[in-house]
């Protein structure tokens, strides 16, 4: 199968090239090769390619720089998918959209997930432009697959994950506030690459929730990656009132796999056991990779 993936430089992109290159026929390009956000460039490159697949992992995921950055990040999260909708129907190809937790507003009650069918209320612009980018495909095609995910980490690019190790090594003497009243699921993007690829060989068709099973909050996360790191540490519960930040968090970002579950092909594992499986594999790469950017600094 012809896959083209858009995104590919990204944390998920480059792990979805290399879980979906084993069995077929994949186009990785990054922004430089493809600006979604430009109608012409795109239908250029659909129309030459004519994949049977278009995977759009590119977004703005800048949550609190959304709010002030609001033009590119309606360009991204709204233009962007809506010409890979309108292309994916022009030349036949199906369209896989990656969205996100924060088109809730988390108020229910934890530990109730959201599903699939919840009505939606972002509390803020980036959850705005990920919604209005859900809307924008289902408007101009009907051949989709949308996919909700949340507190995503992997071995590439920037996470919560990179960054509480970063701030462990740098001064292991200095106490670090977490909050610990906002609840998900960290999801690790190579699971998440792997869950695509079962749904591009069932030909999945709808709008889905692919998170970790099992939920946690940021500081159960930090604190649990940490001591699988064996890394020292002085980890601070804090409630989100003492971590102000320009964009509002969902309280419960927690989201239920229902369809997945019904179509008998949700293959997401506990959080933990994700976590676990990523450090044993990557802990020598990230401890590597932290030193070095703060030598550079």
Known sequence: MKIMITGAKGQLGKDCTRVLETAHDITALTRKDLDITVFSNVEDMVKGLKPDVILNCS??????????????????????PKNLALCARIHGSRLIQISTDYIF????????????????HPLSYYGVTKLEGENAIRRHTDQYMILR???????YGKNFLKTMLKLALKDQDRDIKVVNDQYGSPTWSYRLAVQISKLIEENGQG?????SEGYCT???????FLGKMDIPHRLV?????EY???????????LENLHLKEEG?????????????????????????????????
Request: with cysteine.
């Open 59 to 80: 977004a703005y995921t800048q949550v609190d720089n959304c709010e002030s950055e609001k033009k590119p990040a309606w360009e991204v999260n709204v233009k962007g």
């Open 105 to 120: 507003d988390g108020m229910k009650e934890t530990p109730a997930p959201y599903m699939e069918n919840d009505a939606p």
């Open 149 to 155: 995910t949340a507190w995503m980490y992997g071995l």
């Open 207 to 211: 709008t889905y929730h692919a998170t």
């Open 218 to 224: 940021w500081y159960e996360l930090a604190v649990y």
């Open 237 to 241: 519960p804090c409630v989100s009132q």
């Open 244 to 254: 102000p930040t320009p964009a509002a968090r969902p309280k419960n970002s927690i």
């Open 265 to 297: 092909i949700n293959i997401m594992r506990h959080w933990q056991d994700d976590l676990d499986q990523f450090v044993a594999g990557s802990r020598e790469q990230l401890i590597n990779e932290v030193m070095s950017e703060q030598k550079i600094a």
